[in-house]
């Protein structure tokens, strides 16, 4: 009992227990037996409490059945999953009814699960007048507030009606009038910060994040936003956007965490910014990129799409990663208390998802110069690199995610030295989708045969294979062919660069096999003249 765990755990009385919830009697049973121990102030025995409308009276308990029995009497369900599917079918039967879509989460059904033991679901709703705010604010307040779940018509719309599963039936109606009410209240307070704040110039906005700390080495939000406005020059180079877009995005991204809004729903960030900017008059990509320069919030989730976004989400993860490891606060095996390697993947796959050519090293540097510029203090002196390093790593996990070969990973990592990421991607992908197909058996082959043969060679004595081919010296056709082909791959490989299409090289490699295997067939390598060979 000692090494059980809550995430939250609270003290009650005068006693020194810490646990979950106050904790009143503990039925230690074994072969109907009693186990006796003491557990800080209590001491364990053969029966429960049940809770009257004044007091509790206990109650006996002989065995598990006997047990079950009682909880049944008191109207308990144990099971989880039971309950779960009780209130399941319960909201369900309600949505089918009334022509509503069950958009449930997952999440919060787990928790109402956990904190109900006699599931009553009851329908609720709150004035439509409310509907008129940004859904989100409503959402939020249901789900993560008030733990209610909202209801959506057929096209996905929200409606003014919520379920609420309650501990007790409500025969009289009270429970689902006390929760209107509550809910009544919350939206109120919402609305009221919602006309407020969307009317407040989000641009004014900025300057109060001089008050609101980042962290104590890296400076305020205001700090931050400077420093991202300052990159929108070189980000947008090399995306070829308007820097001037990325400029403002950048200066207000953050404003909104100074509002009400924010305040009462930090859930909201980002989304409740887009919302003032688009009252406020801001172009609807500048607006956009807001709310989704904090995307992906999660392994899975999507990624920035707009390009004004996509700009604003790189250079703000990539000034987070340049901050806390130039201060040496970097993750640890066990801890990772800033996020920086969902950070590392979320720009990474940023970059993946949207097929980016960008130089991570060059924004990197300058992120370092941007930070030196605002006298920010660094203790490490190989940012870049190891920065680099970290994300190499988070990118090795992405491919193991997306079911890329170990030993293809290893091989295109260790021969891939640039930071674009991109290039790495798709060169591991096309490789490991081939690598069982008659094209990568056909490169392997040819390679294999050729290498084998100058392995042993370079392993001799003499040690004589040097120089280039004398084309004069040629006596067979399969001599000249493969000398061809050899060309042919060179050639392409010397003008095809950045715009390598690793499908080609696939197909151009394979197609050697048959250069290489006449030759090998019908010339002999190891011939006695020196020259020859």
Wanted: proline fraction near 3%; include cysteine.
């Amino acid at each position: 009992l000692k090494s059980y765990s809550w995430k939250k755990s609270m003290k009650w009385s005068i006693y020194n227990l810490n646990w979950g919830r106050p904790l009143k009697s503990i039925i230690a049973l074994f072969n109907n037996k009693v186990i006796n121990f003491d557990f800080f102030h209590l001491k364990s025995g053969n029966f429960t409490l049940i809770e009257g409308s004044k007091d509790y009276k206990l109650k006996k308990i002989n065995s598990f059945s006997s047990y079950l029995s009682h909880l049944k009497s008191q109207n308990i369900v144990l099971d989880q999953d039971k309950r779960k599917k009780i209130i399941l079918n319960k909201m369900n039967k309600i949505c089918s009814s009334r022509m509503l879509k069950n958009n449930f989460k997952e999440k919060l059904i787990e928790e109402v699960v956990n904190l109900i033991e006699n599931p009553n679901v009851i329908i609720g709703k709150f004035d439509e007048s409310y509907l008129k705010i940004p859904q989100e604010i409503l959402i939020v307040t249901m789900q993560h507030h008030q733990k209610y779940f909202p209801l959506f018509d057929n096209n996905n719309k929200l409606t003014n009606l919520f379920l609420l599963v309650a501990n007790l039936p409500d025969k009289k109606g009270y429970i689902k009038i006390g929760n209107q009410r509550v809910v009544e209240a919350r939206l109120s307070d919402a609305k009221f910060f919602w006309e407020k704040n969307k009317a407040q110039n989000l641009v004014k906005q900025v300057s109060k994040l001089k008050n609101l700390s980042f962290f104590k080495e890296l400076g305020t939000f205001f700090d931050r936003t400077q420093r991202l406005k300052k990159l929108a020059g070189p980000i947008s180079d090399q995306l070829n956007l308007n820097k001037e877009k990325i400029e403002i995005a950048a200066s207000v991204c953050k404003a909104d965490l100074v509002s009400d809004l924010v305040g009462e729903y930090p859930e909201l960030q980002g989304v409740m910014g887009r919302y003032f900017a688009i009252a406020q008059g801001f172009e609807e990509d500048i607006s956009m990129a807001i709310s989704d320069h904090y995307l992906p919030i999660g392994i899975s989730s999507d990624v920035p799409k707009k390009p004004i976004s996509v700009a604003v989400s790189l250079i703000d993860k990539i000034d987070v990663l340049v901050g806390f490891f130039g201060i040496n606060e970097k993750p640890t095996s066990s801890k990772d208390p800033f996020a920086l390697r969902r950070t590392a993947i979320g720009l990474l796959r940023t970059i993946i998802e949207n097929k980016l050519i960008i130089q991570l090293k060059d924004l990197i540097k300058y992120s370092i110069v941007v930070y030196n510029e605002q006298n920010k203090k660094f203790t490490n002196n190989n940012i870049e690199k190891e920065v680099l390093i970290f994300l190499r790593d988070r990118f090795r996990n992405i491919l193991k995610d997306r079911k890329i070969r170990n030993d293809i990973i290893e091989a295109v990592d260790s021969s891939h030295i640039s930071s674009d990421f991109l290039l790495l991607y798709k060169k591991s992908s096309v490789i490991n989708k081939n690598i069982t197909k008659d094209i990568c058996k056909n490169i392997i082959s040819a390679y294999k045969r050729a290498s084998n043969i100058i392995d042993q060679e370079l392993k001799s004595e003499k040690n004589d294979v040097l120089g280039r081919p004398e084309t004069h010296l040629f006596r067979k056709d399969e001599e000249k062919h493969l000398y061809n082909k050899i060309n042919e791959i060179r050639q392409y490989f010397s003008s095809s660069k950045r715009q390598e299409s690793y499908e080609e090289t696939l197909k151009l490699l394979a197609g050697a096999k048959p250069a290489t295997d006449n030759f090998f067939d019908n010339v002999i390598v190891n011939d006695e003249n020196s020259d020859i060979k």
